[in-house]
């Protein structure tokens, strides 16, 4: 019993994967904005931590230079974050409340500066 439709997805998604060059893409992407977010973060004074592989990574609130394991996420403050996550969202950033971001092949240059211009405003305003 083979499932002739999802065969048939998973090559259409194989030859999209393929054609786009999408894991160059999505990671180029990803550490464009995980880039813009740190600068933004570092220029108005605030102690955020953004790190991971760039099609997924993670920012938080942290005075620590590097989060490797449980007791590390300890020491994010989730209340500032909440706040910089929902200001974002109020703007139109869809981000995931417990700080992993997520780049898609669907997201584009100007998708990414919008955001790093977003995330500049909001950590301009939280003091």
Sequence with gaps: NSCTPCIAAAAATIEVLERENVNEKITALGKTLMAGIEAAGKKHGHNLLVQGLGPMFHVGFTDLDKVTDYRGTLSYDKAKYGKFAWELQQRGIRL???????????????????????ADEVLGEMK
């Design 96 to 118: 995931i409340g417990r700080g992993l971001w997520y780049i898609s092949n669907a997201h584009t240059d100007a998708d990414i500066q919008r955001a790093i211009t977003t």
